[in-house]
């Protein structure tokens, strides 16, 4: 079988780690920011309640001047988000109660009164705010019980070591996935949980390859240094790694730039994720297992006894 990268590579991926996990730490950071600075304005109606329009004008607008002329027409509380990569597309939404129809008509009115017939409402959505409240609370447990999961199983088939440094890496992958999704414009609902689960499973896949490849190599080399036998096993899996990896990766960015709505929000959540699944297998996880098991499987041998040492044993 032709293979992309020779599995007896040389690359040196873990002399690189601290420089990795340093640059990963400073994302992670920017990430949380983000997260934070945004409040409640990052959460879309299906976990905040109200309603959402999805709103498109012809012309030069932005997110203030929208606000500004709702305002002007007495509705408040108006939160208003431009989609980035779109053409004058923003999401218009309410927190208040109200039937469907009623609300819409008194979103147009405003519209049409600030701006005239420049718009057009393409999608409208309602969730009441204690659904909105439940779903997120179900989203937050659903993400907990998926990586206490994961833990479970990597620690019970692996060592613990390789459980921690798998959920170092998941959270590391969600949390900046979730910042660039944030930062690209878009706003966290039901396809970003389905974004986060879908890659939190397939990160995990890869962590299985190389640990697999790792358990083996330190079963045949029993004095060698754990460093080494993870390059080495990174090595060997790097060509399915980059391969699996790709095909994905192009599946998704097509999705992104030819569907709409949810879909292409789910696409760009899983394009960002799987570029950082196969980052965070590299330099996160097996880090982490260096850093908590490193200095004892670095021990090349057991020392005699100092009794048998004396005599010649």
């Not at 057009?120 to 998926?146: C, M």
């Not at 959540?269 to 297992?289: D, E, K, N, Q």
Request: hydrophobic residues 45%; glycine residues 10%; proline residues 1%.
């Amino acid at each position: 079988m032709r293979e992309l990268i020779p599995t007896n590579a040389k690359i040196d991926f873990m002399g690189n780690r601290f420089v990795c996990m340093f640059l990963s730490l400073l994302a992670f950071v920017a990430s949380v920011y983000i997260f934070v600075q945004r409040g409640e304005e990052k959460y879309g109606t299906d976990f905040l309640g109200g309603h959402e329009f999805l709103v498109s004008f012809k012309g030069d607008f932005d997110s203030e001047k929208i606000r500004s002329g709702l305002s002007a027409q007495n509705l408040e509380g108006v939160r208003v988000q431009a989609f980035q990569g779109t053409q004058n597309e923003f999401s218009i939404r309410l927190g208040e109660a109200g039937e469907a129809d009623a609300v819409r008509g008194k979103v147009e009115r405003a519209l049409k009164s600030s701006f005239g017939d420049v718009y057009t409402i393409e999608k409208t959505d309602y969730v009441g705010p204690t659904v909105g409240r439940e779903l997120r609370t179900s989203a937050l447990w659903a993400v907990g019980l998926g990586l206490l999961g994961i833990l479970a199983y990597i620690a019970f088939r692996f060592e613990f070591a390789v459980g921690i440094g798998t959920i170092v890496a998941l959270f590391h992958d969600v949390v900046i996935a979730t910042g660039i999704y944030l930062i690209s414009g878009h706003i966290i609902g039901m396809a970003t949980l389905a974004g986060a689960l879908t890659i939190v499973g397939y990160s995990v896949n890869d962590t299985v390859v190389v640990f697999d490849r790792v358990r083996e190599q330190r079963n045949k080399k029993k004095g060698a240094k754990l460093v080494d036998i993870v390059n080495e096993a990174l090595n060997f899996t790097l060509s399915r790694t980059v391969i699996t990896h790709l095909l994905t990766f192009f599946s998704a960015l097509a999705l992104y730039v030819f569907a709409d709505g949810d879909i292409k929000d789910l696409s760009l959540y899983l394009c960002a994720g799987i570029l950082l699944g196969s980052y965070s297998t590299i330099f996160i996880v097996s880090s982490v297992v260096i850093m908590l098991e490193g200095r004892k499987s670095a021990e090349p041998v057991a020392k005699a006894p100092k009794a048998a040492r004396a005599s010649g044993v």
